[in-house]
């Protein structure tokens, strides 16, 4: 926005020509259209923790206990180079992926059913009451007996933290679509999942978007916990492992820089992957400014 427009209507004794309207325009300062950037204000941010990160560390002198940024990213960048990072990284997103898409497509049915039937509705809530509150690692002893150790273990716990609440958000915002939106969809005849497609799911986004970023939160934080416990899935160990290596080995830039990409990835998925699906939705329907 490079200027700011304010509108006055004048009265017949100060201006002949009443009625009419004055357009008084006031230019923004170079700072202040920076500072109407949100992209600037979140890296002035992120470089501000940066820099309380380093000095804490140069303050504290102490590598074993807490290392700098600059150690973090040495490390970073040499596990990077050496292939390993990246290679525990795509190990934990490709188990990520499989229960994160797995569970969507769960709670979606679930959510469905618990719309059309009451049966349904009264599954959705006895179910989100009695395993919604329950910590997605605490079933993790329990996969481990069923499953054994690998992916499959991994998968059942992320699928645990991702289904309720997609379910419970879908749900609420179902429940949240006007009266009128619901006729519309009725006097068009439409009916089953052509009524969900086009009328529902379009009208409660929103808050489906926002279940979808708390099952993506709640998956993340999971399988890295997973990992931290028992390691390797399919042989090979993801970013929780990576972690749980090199603090072993008292590596603790090598632990920060395992967490940094955690960060860095959910930075990645949050500002890139989830604002472009907000602006191709609900900012382009007009439901969020």
């Known amino acids: 926005m490079g200027r700011a427009t304010i509108t006055m209507k004048q009265s017949a004794a100060d201006n002949p020509a009443a009625g009419k309207s004055a357009v008084l325009v006031r230019q923004l300062s170079s700072w202040q259209k920076l500072w109407n950037n949100t992209f600037l204000r979140k890296t002035l941010i992120i470089v501000l923790l940066a820099v309380a990160w380093e000095v804490y560390g140069q303050l504290l002198d102490n590598p074993l206990l807490f290392?700098?940024?600059?150690?973090?990213?040495?490390?970073?960048?040499?596990?990077?180079?050496?292939?390993?990072?990246?290679?525990?990284?795509?190990?934990?997103?490709?188990?990520?992926?499989?229960?994160?898409?797995?569970?969507?497509?769960?709670?979606?049915?679930?959510?469905?059913?618990?719309?059309?039937?009451?049966?349904?509705?009264?599954?959705?809530?006895?179910?989100?009451a009695m395993f919604n509150p329950l910590p997605a690692i605490a079933l993790l002893p329990l996969a481990l007996i069923w499953f054994g150790l690998g992916t499959t273990s991994i998968v059942f716990v992320l699928l645990h933290s991702v289904v309720w609440v997609v379910a419970l958000n879908t749900q609420a915002g179902f429940l949240a679509v006007s009266h009128t939106l619901r006729m519309v969809g009725r006097n068009y005849e439409l009916r089953g999942l052509r009524y969900v497609a086009k009328i529902l799911i379009p009208a409660a986004f929103p808050s489906i978007l926002t279940g979808l970023k708390i099952g993506w939160a709640f998956a993340w934080r999971t399988l890295i916990a997973a990992e931290l416990v028992f390691g390797v899935a399919s042989g090979k160990g993801g970013l929780g492992w990576y972690i749980f290596e090199n603090r072993n080995l008292l590596d603790i830039p090598a632990v920060f820089a395992g967490l940094l990409t955690v960060i860095i990835i959910g930075l990645i998925v949050e500002n890139f992957v989830f604002r472009l699906i907000e602006k191709r939705t609900v900012r382009r329907w007009g439901m969020q400014s």
């Open 67 to 128: 290392p700098t940024l600059s150690d973090t990213v040495r490390s970073f960048i040499d596990s990077i180079g050496s292939g390993i990072l990246l290679d525990r990284a795509w190990t934990s997103i490709k188990v990520l992926l499989i229960g994160y898409v797995i569970g969507i497509t769960l709670a979606g049915v679930i959510t469905v059913l618990a719309i059309s039937t009451r049966i349904g509705t009264d599954f959705l809530e006895v179910m989100t």
